[in-house]
């Protein structure tokens, strides 16, 4: 989950830098379809949901590798 987490967070921040250059990820043009406000909310939301979704599986990693020993 972590994996996942890192790298939704990291392709929301690059692609929010990115759009302040007029610049985009080929995997993220959709975004902008329904206008920069809408495109901004999305890019700040997958920020939000990597970094979250990142520090659970950091939590989890931890909790089972402290089980185990």
Avoid: C, K, Y
Wanted: charged share 10%.
């Amino acid at each position: 989950m972590s994996s996942i987490g890192g790298l939704m967070a990291f392709l929301g921040a690059g692609s929010f830098v990115l759009n302040m250059l007029e610049r985009e990820f080929v995997l993220l043009m959709w975004i902008d379809t329904w206008g920069p406000t809408v495109g901004n909310a999305i890019r700040i939301g997958m920020i939000v949901v990597g970094g979250g979704l990142w520090l659970a599986g950091q939590s989890q990693g931890g909790a089972q590798e402290g089980d185990a020993a």
